[in-house]
C-alpha cells in the first residue's frame, strides 16, 4: 500500500495536466457527503473576485493531488445552495473548511492555503494531527523520543515556513512512512540548536533520522543522521531508505559485481578490502566509517579470501561515484576516507544543492523583504492571546471606558508584521498583569471592519491608548516589548504634573518626585509660566496630553518661575529641560501663540541629547532632524582611547562649530549591530575608534575620517572644512531610495531590525506589484470613518522609520 502512495505523489506535481477533480455540491449531495463519514475538503463561496480567482485556481490543482490521499475537494456555490451555518456571516468567502463526516477537523484562512503545495501540506498535517507530533522545544521532543525508544524510530522536519513545497514533501512522507516511524515537525529555532545547527536563523529546511528503535536504556540518547539534500519528496523516499539499509554489507565478489541499495538511490558507495588475519580490525574500521558516513555514503567489506576477488593486492580500498566506474586506490588511514568523502567527492553533490536552495528561498522575498522570515514561519500558528481581551462590536466601547488605561492593538492574522508585534504584545501584557486599573486587547481588522474604520485605523499594526472622556492617543514608539512596556507606564503618570511650588520643583527635577519615576526616564520637561491665565498653559497642556507616555512633563505656572530663569537671556513662558542630577538645567524660550502641535516639536526636540549614543529605539527621533550625521565608532567606552575621542568632538560641539551636523556616536558593545553598518557604509572595517560624516539629504555620500590622522579637534574640524568644500573623496556611498543601487549596499534601519526584529516600525501596508500583493493592499485599506461615541484618535500618523 505505501508503494501505491509513494508513486501517486512522486507524481503529484504532474497533476494540472490531469483532468480536474474539483466536485460541486448542492445542498442535497452536501448532507449525503456529511453522512459517509469521509474527509472533505469543502469552500463556500457565493461569488468570484479576484482574489477568490486565483484561489480557485489553486483549489481546483489540490483536487487532484489530495484525491490521492482519499480527501475529496469540493466547492459549493451558496448563491444557488444557501447551506446553514456556512453561507452566511462575515467570514464567507474567507474560509475553507476540513471535513470528517460532518464534523469540522479545522477552518483555513484563504491567505494560509493560498496555493496548491499550502492547500495540501496543511490538509495532511490535520488529517495527521494524532500521528505527527508538533513540537516546539528540546524537552517536547525529548519526551517524544523517549515514547520511542524500543518502538520505533523518528522522522524530525524542521519547516521554518509552512504551506512550501518542503512542508508538503514532509507531509507527504508522513502519510506514506506514518504507521513505520514517528513523524515530528517543528518550526523553531531552539530544536534547531538542539539538534546542532550552529546558524539556527538559517530559513532552509531539514531532516534528521533519529534511532530510537535499537535505543534499550532511558537514559541514552537515539543517534540522530541529518538529511543532506534539500527536502524534497524523492530525497525523503531515498534517505529512509538509506537509513534502513544494513550499516556495513560484506561480500565475497569484486566492487564492481556489488550490488546494494546505495547505487539504485545514486549514493556513493565505498569498498575495503578485508584480509583474513586482520578481519576482525577491518569490520571494526568499516563499521566506524559507515557510522560517519551514515546517510551520505555506504560501505562494503570484501573479504579477500575468497576466490571470487580478483582485484590486486596493491588497493585496499576503492569507492564509486554515482553513474560512474569503480575507482581503486590505497588508504592509509581512516582520515583519509573521510576527507575524501566530506571535502571533495560530496562536495559536488552539496554546493548543488547549496545552489538550488538560494535560488528557491530567493523567492520568499515577495512576502515581505523587510520582515526576517522567523515572522511568516509561524504566519498559520496564531500566538495564545489569553492575558489580552479580544475585542468585538459588541464590547469595544464598554472595554474601553471603564479602565483608567485601555491599550488596544488594532491588526490583521495574515500581516506578518502584526504577527511579528503579537509576541511582544502578549509579553507586555503579562508583565502588566499586576498593574491596576490597565488593560490590553486586541481588534482582529480582518473581522470587525467596522471598529477598525470608526477608529480611523488606516495602517498595521496600530496601538492606541483609550482614557474615558478623553480623546484615543496612537502609540509612535518601536514595536518591541521594553519600549511599549515603558510606554504604558509612563502613560500612567498625570501629564502634566501641575506644581504650587518651587520646593515642588526641585522636587520634580531631582527628589522624590523625580525618583518616583527615574526607572522609567531621566528626562524631565517643566513648563514655566508667570500664571495660569497665561494665554499659553492650554497649548502646552494639551500637548502634555499628546506626550504622555512619551515624556514626563511638569507645569510650574507662577509667579515664583521668574526664579528659574533669573540671569538667563530666556523670558517666560520657557521650558526647562533636565538630563538628570547634576546635569546642568537647559532652559529655552517658548514662542508666543504656539499651538499645541508646536509645542510638541519643541519639547521633542529640545529633550534630544546634543551628542547622542544612537540605540535602535532612539534612532528615528534624531533621524528626523534631517541633518548629516557625524558619528563616531567604538569599541570600548571605558578605554582611555574611546574617551580622548568623545572630548575631542565635544570640544567643537560646546562652541557651536558643529550645529550645521548632527554630532553622535555607536557603542559596537551594546549595539554590536554597529559593525554592520560601519561595514556597509565602508565595504570593511577600519580601525577603531572611527568616524565618518553620512550625508543623507545631499548625496548619500559618506566620508572617513584618515585613520593615520589624530583624532583631535583641530584635525577634526579640518577635515569637515575639507568635506564641505570638495577636497576629500567619499569613502563609500548610499544609494537614492529612488533608484536602485548598482550593487546592494545599506539600509540603516533594516540592519538594526535585523538585530532586533520585534523593533519593526509601525508603517502602512507596503506596495508592492505582482497579483497576491495587490491584494494585499486592497485589504489594507481601512473603510471610511464613520460617526462613533468615543473620540477619534489623534490625526497625527505613527511614526514610521526612516530610511538612510
Known sequence: MSIVYLVAFLFGLTAEQCSSELIEDSSQSFMERMNTGKTSFVYFGNHVNPTIELFMEQLERSADALEDYGISVVKVNCSKDPIANYCTGEKLMTKAHLFRGSEVLRSFDIDTVFDVNAIVSHVLFSVLFNEVRYVHTPAELLRVENAAKQNSDIVVGHIPVLGLPEHRALMEAAFVYGTKYQFVQTTGSLVLRHMGVVDSSSSQARLWFLHCKGVSRQSDPCPSIPMRKPLKTINIHSF??????????????????????????????????????????????????????????????????????????????????????????????AEEVMKLFKEELVQEHKIEDEEGDEEHWSDLDILDDEVSESVYRDRDHMQDLESVTELTSDTFQSTVTQNDITVVLFYFKWDAVCMAFIQSYIEVADALEGVSGVELAAVDCGEWTDICGDQNVTSFPTVMIYRPMAAAQPYRGMLGTKSLHSFILLSLVSSPSHLSSSAEVMSFLEGDLYNKHVYLSAVRVLGLFSSTQDTGVTSFVEAARLLRGETILGLFAHKEAEQWVEGLSVNLPALLVSHGPGVPYKVYSIPSSSSPTDHVSLIKHVELDHFPELTVENLPWYLELGKPLLLLFIRKEDSTESNKSLAEIKRPLSSGQLDSFLPCWIHLGRTPVGRSILEKYLGFVPPLPALVISKLRTGGEVFLFPPERPLMAKNILQWIYDVEHGQEQPAGLIPDGKRGPPVPFFDFLAIMDQEAPTYATQRGPKMKNGGRESNREQKHEAPNQKQTPHPSPNPQAPRQHSEL
Open 240 to 333: 529512509l531508505q538509506l537509513m534502513e539499509a544494513p550499516l556495513v554489507t560484506e561480500a565475497v565478489v569484486d566492487p564492481s559485481e556489488v550490488d546494494v541499495v546505495h547505487i539504485h538511490l545514486s549514493v556513493p558507495v565505498l569498498y575495503l578490502f578485508s584480509q583474513p588475519q586482520t578481519q576482525h580490525l577491518d569490520r571494526a574500521t568499516a563499521q566506524t566509517l559507515a557510522l560517519q558516513l551514515h546517510g551520505e555514503a555506504g560501505v562494503v567489506l570484501i573479504h579477500r579470501d575468497s576466490p571470487n576477488v580478483k582485484t590486486p593486492l596493491k588497493y585496499n580500498a576503492a569507492y564509486r561515484l554515482p553513474q560512474e566506474d569503480v575507482k581503486y586506490f590505497t588508504l592509509n588511514s
